[in-house]
């Protein structure tokens, strides 16, 4: 399977609106502070959110499954 001109176009807008969208966001970070710590504006549940959509990642997701099956479900009350 081989690339058209409407495949190269695609992928050419994508990545140039990637880091057009990347630039105009990154223009409101002054110091790492601002990149890492979101200046400290960042409410307390935002954070629980994203450490929890961290810890859920896609190798638990899809490899949950497996070990409960194998393992005659017990391990399914820990995802739950």
Excluded: C, H
Excluded at 21 to 38: E, H, W
Excluded at 46 to 68: C, K, R, Y
């Amino acid at each position: 399977m081989e690339f058209t001109a409407l495949d190269y176009a695609v992928l050419s807008f994508y990545l140039i609106a990637s880091a057009g969208l990347g630039t105009l966001i990154g223009r409101g970070q002054k110091n790492v502070n601002d990149y890492f710590l979101a200046g400290k504006r960042v409410p307390w549940w935002a954070i629980s959110f994203s450490i929890v959509a961290t810890e859920t990642s896609t190798l638990t997701f899809i490899g949950a499954p497996a070990i409960a099956y194998t393992g005659n479900l017990t391990f399914l009350q820990v995802i739950v």
